[in-house]
């Protein structure tokens, strides 16, 4: 399988594009057009030999390249996918893969009238060991039945390295379309769902005083016939944490529970990948770093297949949908003036 890559605004595509060498796809090409210098700078770091440099036209009609790999500025992805798709190639986006309703039905109709394959890369699920070895877990009926799911998506803000579409909701969707499809993404998968409802969403923003439009903070409660789900994420990941953020998953079963501590354990156990299993038979931790990742491989055999074994098309489709439906429907949070809460305590 051959691939091109188009969009170099976002560092995910560095596991995108590493994920598709490591299972066996060969890269045709890239356009080096990207939005921040610093993330050209260090694809070209990672790949400085292996990815040759073309142009966005000479890639989409290369009748050689199979699929298309972005994560081009978000507001930009579904309509890059959907001119892939119309140049028949299949297609791989960073999160999110929409940012509009509009954009959403434009890539559902390109999906009909080409067969081609949309997916999205959701990092905190694919590239994550921990999240298979729950998989595994919860197949085997060890925890029962899940009834609901708590994902938290704390991030580090990392201001000083954003560009300036990163602030800039017309450009990311909003928090909830942009990080929230991750806890989304899991709770459909995990629950074994098809789809949910959005009970109740919100957004807000707490922290700097000069960026009053941006939003550092959602959280969205979900519903489907077969469980609950809560979400909440954040750009509040305090320096002192020796990674990016401390993304967790509890999920609740009928006889047990998960706990995925996906990127660290802030007072414990070094690495990552950390699942503490409960149930009948007492408490376990298991390293569950070792446990090799499927996406990439599953893609490119679907690629080669026409099949869905590294996510069904509809799976994609409900938590984009779910995403904006969330978002758009948000509560605006404000927290009252600090000096207020001040004046509020007790004496």
């Not at 292996?50 to 050689?64: A, Y």
């Not at 940012?99 to 434009?106: F, P, V, Y």
């Amino acid at each position: 399988m051959r691939f091109a890559v188009i969009g170099l605004d976002h560092r995910h595509i560095y596991h995108m594009v590493g994920g598709l060498l490591e299972a066996g796809a060969t890269c045709a090409g890239y356009d080096p057009a990207s939005s921040d210098p610093r993330v050209l700078e260090g694809f070209r770091e990672r790949y400085p030999t292996l990815l040759p440099v073309s142009d966005r036209r000479r890639l989409m009609e290369d009748p050689s390249v199979d699929v298309i790999l972005s994560a081009a500025v978000p507001c930009d992805r579904a309509g890059i996918a959907v001119e892939a798709m119309g140049h028949g190639k299949d297609v791989m986006v960073d999160k999110p893969g929409v940012t509009s309703l509009d954009q959403l039905a434009a890539v559902e109709r390109a999906v009909a009238e080409t067969r081609r394959i949309f997916s999205i890369c959701f990092s905190e699920r694919f590239i994550v060991p921990a999240t298979l070895v729950a998989e595994k877990i919860i197949r085997d009926g060890t925890i029962g039945r899940v009834v609901q799911t708590l994902g938290m998506g704390p991030h580090r803000l990392n201001r000083a390295i954003r560009p300036s579409w990163f602030f800039d909701a017309r450009a990311y969707g909003g928090i909830l379309c942009d990080i929230a499809s991750h806890q989304i993404d899991q709770f459909l998968h995990f629950t074994g769902s098809t789809d949910a409802s959005v009970v109740t969403s919100s957004v807000g923003h707490f922290g700097s005083q000069d960026l009053p439009d941006f939003e550092d903070f959602g959280e969205i409660l979900l519903r489907s016939p077969e469980a609950n789900g809560y979400v909440r994420v954040d750009w509040f990941t305090a320096d002192g944490l020796p990674t990016w953020g401390d993304g967790r998953l509890f999920i609740l079963g009928t006889e047990g529970s998960i706990e995925l501590r996906k990127y660290v354990d802030p007072a414990g156990r070094s690495g990552t990948d950390h699942v503490i299993l409960v149930d009948r038979n007492g408490t376990r931790h298991i390293d569950a770093s070792s446990e090799p990742l499927t996406y990439f491989h599953n893609f490119v055999a679907d690629v080669r297949d026409r099949s869905q074994t590294a996510m069904r098309q509809d799976h994609v489709f409900a938590v984009c949908r779910l995403a904006l439906e969330a978002q758009a429907q948000a509560a605006r949070l404000r927290l009252p003036p600090a000096n207020a809460l001040q004046d509020n305590a007790s004496p």
